[in-house]
């Protein structure tokens, strides 16, 4: 399935993918999100973004639908604490553009 993202939106999931990898490889084991050995499919994700291609296969796109339904959490967590204002104004911009982006993967997460 092809994704249509804008380039805006590639950088917020490479970023996403980024820290998400750096988690789990802190941890010393995949996230709880993560189930075993899917840790290559993140990297592969990541790859996949980095290059720009957006043709997933339908575990990817769950993968990937996974990740970012656990970073909107973590996004809303941080806004919810946070008691400066020019901050949370910039988390309240990547959570939108994050919500849409999320919104693209699950509508093509339905249709696969």
Known sequence: MQLHLGTDELD???NILLEHQGHATSEGESSPSLPRGSQETCEDLLEKVLARNTELDAEELQQLADILADQ???LKQRISVEPYAPTKSELLKTLAKLERVLE???EAC???
């Open 12 to 14: 917020l999931i490479a």
């Open 72 to 74: 909107r959490g973590v």
């Open 104 to 106: 693209k993967v699950d």
């Open 110 to 112: 339905v249709m696969f």
